[in-house]
């Protein structure tokens, strides 16, 4: 019978924050060694691998994490890598039906990754004996025989002395309950469970026969290799754990007792009892039965103070008395309530690469940012939402024509990527939509219109024209009724010389009339268009655009680029004409790249290499972050930092870190990264996002804009196609572009 001890890698430890975070959970921190939770459990089990081999279940985000501490540790297992958390028991499931296909007289040995138990010799012992009173066809878990009465831990009530059948599990109890199931001679709940691998399944597919399907169908064909990605459909099973799945229900369940030291080290008193908690620089005068974690580069220093802890981390710090330990959660939750962004991932803990960063966005991207708005953000009759707030729920009662565009242009890259087979339906059917509501007799595009279509806003605007001229773009190169879309371009070609100026460039409409801002999204269209209509009319109004940039929305001696100008073309007069938004710097610097590379134009190279000079001004160094706005001495005029500029940062250092050489390929690269981490500060792991940061580093409590996914999506095409172009060590590969 050959022994496959299984860690189970799931959850967060909140309560242990700001240290602990859901980036980087508990069990991979050193809380009372040298090692983490985490090897230390692999320590601990790896000598009960007798004939089988270690299994490490855990959610992809963490796979370096496994992967780096494995290898200090010189051990190797098996990884599943769940695509998203579901809590025990799928994720048992797994693991049990991994050992099945390789060996369906295994049994199964399951450990939390971030348990204490500083005896190990002690653990193995009873094991052992759980092993062996397992072989016959049980469950057997390990009841723990309190140190006293506690709330910190679920009970079970055991049916007689010793090895015996399970009477009940108990949840949490209040202190009165606590004491009471201390006297009647309960268990702590220890959540190790061993069973031979067959009994395991079979009681599953009893209680549980969904999960156990869901399970099987996203658990991938046998290979080579170590690691083992389990696939989509593992989303599908319910989330539930063991105990609420199987051993509440299941007569086949024992406990035995177990007398060692344990510990779930479930908040920050739990780490303060082991007496090795403490970490860092710490000064203290009449401080008693303190726990002090300063992070690297910190200093604490305490006074006249006792049975506290302080965790001290680069953007956050906790203080609480050790007896309110398990008040921490709810502190967390409301920091998040509060706009706090720092819930994702400890400074420490960021990939210090851009290569690292790059898979995490993409996978964000693909498995939780599209899906969700092709769901919730997509109307019953194909038109896109305004926005989401985080509940999931419809915000906005009206349509704008640049949202329903802009969606159109996310869902067709994602079908051009093979990222989901309906996707260009949802892009067809969102333009079909929107050519019934928007269309004007003039063969342009009105602003905005109500959910059912009616005309709000009758005005068409440059702006507006130009994303649907990209969407139609996007829509062909995708292959989407390629020519409808060309129908579409050509007839607002020809339309828009009715917002044409007898100066040079077009009006804008809808807000300030002259303006860079519309003329730089129309470049962006016109050189999609071009790319796929050699012979059309875009390139001479991509010409158009890039003469104006060159004499009139640049400044010559600052290489900024200004937003608003008068009737002729020279700068509005007061703030209007001073405004410089640094994001706007970096779009154009992305644009006037694509353009110099195109037509071999060293002044449309330089002067991206100055915009982008200008545009890092804009960056905020105690944030991480672009502001929003400057002015014509590129001194800051506003703390805000919005998410689209933290796009367009990264899509420039890209694109020109492509040609760049030496130390310059180098620095644009870290910029490259640096703007992913800033754009990450905004990102839900759910699919949604925040918008406007505020100089007190809190994000504005709003919905999710739809609006902001082109940004974001833009963002990751330029990131696949830089990429490729770089072809770092270590990097990522994505299929060529069709």
Same mark, same amino acid.
């Given at each position: 019978?050959?022994?496959?001890?299984?860690?189970?890698?799931?959850?967060?430890?909140?309560?242990?924050?700001?240290?602990?975070?859901?980036?980087?959970?508990?069990?991979?921190?050193?809380?009372?060694?040298?090692?983490?939770?985490?090897?230390?459990?692999?320590?601990?089990?790896?000598?009960?691998?007798?004939?089988?081999?270690?299994?490490?279940?855990?959610?992809?985000?963490?796979?370096?994490?496994?992967?780096?501490?494995?290898?200090?540790?010189?051990?190797?297992?098996?990884?599943?890598?769940?695509?998203?958390?579901?809590?025990?028991?799928?994720?048992?499931?797994?693991?049990?039906?991994?050992?099945?296909?390789?060996?369906?007289?295994?049994?199964?040995?399951?450990?939390?990754?971030?348990?204490?138990?500083?005896?190990?010799?002690?653990?193995?012992?009873?094991?052992?004996?759980?092993?062996?009173?397992?072989?016959?066809?049980?469950?057997?878990?390990?009841?723990?025989?309190?140190?006293?009465?506690?709330?910190?831990?679920?009970?079970?009530?055991?049916?007689?002395?010793?090895?015996?059948?399970?009477?009940?599990?108990?949840?949490?109890?209040?202190?009165?309950?606590?004491?009471?199931?201390?006297?009647?001679?309960?268990?702590?709940?220890?959540?190790?469970?061993?069973?031979?691998?067959?009994?395991?399944?079979?009681?599953?597919?009893?209680?549980?026969?969904?999960?156990?399907?869901?399970?099987?169908?996203?658990?991938?064909?046998?290979?080579?290799?170590?690691?083992?990605?389990?696939?989509?459909?593992?989303?599908?099973?319910?989330?539930?754990?063991?105990?609420?799945?199987?051993?509440?229900?299941?007569?086949?369940?024992?406990?035995?007792?177990?007398?060692?030291?344990?510990?779930?080290?479930?908040?920050?008193?739990?780490?303060?009892?082991?007496?090795?908690?403490?970490?860092?620089?710490?000064?203290?005068?009449?401080?008693?039965?303190?726990?002090?974690?300063?992070?690297?580069?910190?200093?604490?220093?305490?006074?006249?103070?006792?049975?506290?802890?302080?965790?001290?981390?680069?953007?956050?710090?906790?203080?609480?008395?050790?007896?309110?330990?398990?008040?921490?959660?709810?502190?967390?939750?409301?920091?998040?309530?509060?706009?706090?962004?720092?819930?994702?991932?400890?400074?420490?803990?960021?990939?210090?690469?851009?290569?690292?960063?790059?898979?995490?966005?993409?996978?964000?991207?693909?498995?939780?940012?599209?899906?969700?708005?092709?769901?919730?953000?997509?109307?019953?009759?194909?038109?896109?939402?305004?926005?989401?707030?985080?509940?999931?729920?419809?915000?906005?009662?009206?349509?704008?024509?640049?949202?329903?565009?802009?969606?159109?242009?996310?869902?067709?890259?994602?079908?051009?990527?093979?990222?989901?087979?309906?996707?260009?339906?949802?892009?067809?059917?969102?333009?079909?939509?929107?050519?019934?509501?928007?269309?004007?007799?003039?063969?342009?595009?009105?602003?905005?219109?109500?959910?059912?279509?009616?005309?709000?806003?009758?005005?068409?605007?440059?702006?507006?024209?130009?994303?649907?001229?990209?969407?139609?773009?996007?829509?062909?190169?995708?292959?989407?009724?390629?020519?409808?879309?060309?129908?579409?371009?050509?007839?607002?070609?020809?339309?828009?010389?009715?917002?044409?100026?007898?100066?040079?460039?077009?009006?804008?409409?809808?807000?300030?009339?002259?303006?860079?801002?519309?003329?730089?999204?129309?470049?962006?269209?016109?050189?999609?268009?071009?790319?796929?209509?050699?012979?059309?009319?875009?390139?001479?109004? =991509? /010409?158009?655009?890039?003469?104006?940039? @060159?004499? !009139?929305? +640049? #400044?010559?001696? *600052?290489?900024? &680029? $200004?937003?608003?100008?008068?009737?002729?073309?020279?700068?509005?007069?007061?703030?209007?004409?001073?405004?410089?938004?640094?994001?706007?710097?970096?779009?154009?610097?992305?644009?006037?790249?694509?353009?110099?590379?195109?037509?071999?134009?060293?002044?449309?190279?330089?002067?991206?290499?100055?915009?982008?000079?200008?545009?890092?001004?804009?960056?905020?160094?105690?944030?991480?972050?672009?502001?929003?706005?400057?002015?014509?001495?590129?001194?800051?005029?506003?703390?805000?930092?919005?998410?689209?500029?933290?796009?367009?940062?990264?899509?420039?250092?890209?694109?020109? =870190? /492509?040609?760049?050489?030496?130390?310059? @390929?180098? !620095?644009? +690269? #870290?910029?490259? *990264?640096?703007? &992913? $981490?800033?754009?990450?500060?905004?990102?839900?792991?759910?699919?949604?996002?925040?918008?406007?940061?505020?100089?007190?580093?809190?994000?504005?409590?709003?919905?999710?804009?739809?609006?902001?996914?082109?940004?974001?999506?833009?963002?990751?095409?330029?990131?696949?196609?830089?990429?490729?172009?770089?072809?770092?060590?270590?990097?990522?590969?994505?299929?060529?572009?069709?």
């Amino acid at each position: 019978m050959a022994i496959y001890p299984v860690i189970l890698c799931g959850g967060a430890g909140t309560r242990l924050w700001p240290e602990s975070r859901p980036a980087r959970p508990k069990q991979f921190i050193d809380l009372v060694s040298d090692l983490s939770l985490f090897q230390e459990t692999v320590r601990r089990v790896a000598p009960l691998a007798r004939g089988g081999r270690i299994l490490v279940v855990a959610g992809r985000d963490h796979r370096r994490y496994i992967e780096a501490q494995l290898a200090d540790l010189k051990v190797d297992a098996e990884l599943i890598l769940e695509p998203t958390g579901r809590d025990s028991a799928p994720a048992m499931a797994a693991a049990a039906l991994w050992i099945e296909r390789a060996d369906p007289e295994g049994t199964a040995v399951f450990v939390a990754s971030d348990h204490y138990v500083p005896d190990a010799d002690a653990f193995r012992r009873v094991m052992d004996e759980a092993v062996a009173a397992a072989a016959p066809g049980r469950i057997v878990t390990l009841g723990i025989t309190p140190s006293g009465p506690s709330s910190a831990y679920g009970y079970i009530q055991p049916a007689g002395p010793g090895l015996s059948p399970v009477t009940r599990f108990v949840e949490k109890p209040g202190p009165a309950d606590a004491e009471r199931y201390l006297a009647a001679g309960y268990y702590w709940n220890s959540g190790n469970f061993v069973a031979p691998v067959r009994t395991l399944l079979a009681e599953l597919r009893r209680f549980a026969p969904e999960v156990v399907a869901a399970v099987a169908a996203a658990l991938p064909d046998a290979g080579a290799g170590r690691v083992h990605p389990l696939g989509e459909r593992f989303g599908a099973a319910t989330r539930i754990s063991i105990d609420y799945a199987v051993m509440e229900k299941s007569d086949q369940v024992s406990v035995l007792p177990a007398a060692f030291e344990w510990s779930d080290l479930g908040a920050w008193d739990a780490v303060a009892a082991t007496g090795q908690g403490g970490r860092g620089l710490w000064a203290a005068e009449a401080s008693d039965g303190c726990l002090v974690r300063a992070a690297p580069g910190m200093a604490v220093a305490t006074a006249g103070v006792s049975n506290l802890a302080i965790i001290a981390e680069p953007d956050a710090v906790l203080v609480c008395d050790l007896n309110s330990a398990q008040a921490v959660k709810g502190l967390v939750e409301e920091l998040g309530r509060r706009g706090w962004t720092g819930q994702g991932r400890p400074a420490e803990a960021a990939p210090s690469s851009l290569y690292d960063l790059s898979r995490d966005f993409i996978r964000w991207l693909k498995m939780s940012a599209l899906p969700l708005w092709a769901t919730l953000g997509v109307g019953a009759d194909g038109g896109f939402v305004e926005a989401l707030d985080e509940d999931g729920e419809t915000v906005g009662d009206f349509r704008r024509a640049r949202v329903q565009a802009r969606q159109a242009y996310v869902f067709s890259l994602g079908a051009e990527w093979g990222w989901g087979e309906g996707y260009a339906a949802i892009a067809q059917r969102g333009l079909a939509r929107f050519e019934a509501t928007n269309l004007r007799p003039d063969g342009l595009y009105r602003t905005r219109v109500t959910a059912g279509g009616e005309a709000l806003d009758d005005t068409a605007s440059l702006y507006d024209q130009a994303f649907l001229l990209l969407a139609t773009a996007t829509a062909a190169g995708a292959g989407i009724y390629t020519d409808r879309q060309h129908r579409t371009a050509a007839r607002i070609a020809v339309s828009l010389d009715a917002l044409r100026l007898p100066q040079g460039g077009w009006r804008e409409p809808v807000g300030h009339p002259f303006q860079a801002n519309a003329h730089m999204h129309l470049l962006e269209a016109v050189l999609a268009w071009a790319a796929l209509e050699p012979g059309g009319p875009w390139t001479a109004i =991509a /010409e158009e655009v890039v003469a104006l940039a @060159r004499t !009139r929305f +640049i #400044d010559d001696r *600052g290489g900024f &680029l $200004r937003e608003f100008f008068d009737e002729h073309w020279r700068p509005a007069e007061g703030e209007a004409g001073r405004l410089v938004e640094p994001g706007h710097q970096f779009e154009w610097a992305w644009l006037l790249t694509r353009w110099s590379r195109l037509h071999n134009d060293p002044w449309a190279e330089r002067a991206a290499r100055r915009l982008f000079t200008c545009g890092e001004a804009g960056v905020d160094a105690a944030r991480g972050v672009a502001v929003d706005e400057l002015d014509d001495t590129l001194t800051r005029r506003s703390a805000r930092a919005r998410l689209w500029p933290q796009t367009e940062w990264m899509k420039a250092a890209l694109i020109l =870190a /492509e040609t760049a050489e030496g130390d310059e @390929r180098g !620095r644009l +690269i #870290d910029s490259a *990264g640096q703007a &992913l $981490r800033a754009l990450n500060l905004y990102l839900g792991s759910n699919g949604l996002w925040r918008d406007k940061l505020g100089g007190d580093g809190l994000f504005e409590a709003e919905p999710a804009p739809a609006s902001s996914l082109y940004h974001i999506m833009a963002a990751g095409r330029q990131l696949r196609e830089s990429l490729a172009v770089l072809k770092p060590s270590g990097a990522p590969t994505y299929p060529a572009r069709r």
